[in-house]
């Protein structure tokens, strides 16, 4: 059975950074594209960025771009955002999603129950 578990959520200032990790297991992930998507309070689901299985990285979100990294462990089958320059437009709960495959697009097949980011101004 896959299990997705976010965590690293948290209660931050502007300007301010956290680190989302999300661990895996049910199976080996090297060979799955992993994602990051969030949902801020009355907004639909977003992709935010996404890593296929050979480290390459897509970005759904043009806002995270130079602020997000994201970077994926195979030997831990974890996943990790790293958040800079937050700002309170981030703030939503940010879930984890992985998809069998090298590529990012289409659906995501398996995903965690979300960890909360709020960005205070």
Known sequence: ??????????????GGSLRLSCAASGRTFSSYAMGWFRQAPGKE???????????GTTYYADSVKGRFTIIRDNAK???YV????????DTAVYYCAVKWGYYCSGGMDYWGKGTLVTVSS
Request: proline letters at 3%.
């Open 45 to 55: 689901r977003e992709g935010v960025l996404c890593i296929n299985s050979s480290g």
């Open 77 to 79: 089958n974890t996943v």
């Open 1 to 14: 059975q896959v299990q997705l578990v976010e965590s690293g959520g948290g209660l931050v200032q502007a």
């Open 82 to 89: 790293q958040m800079n320059s937050l700002k309170p437009e």
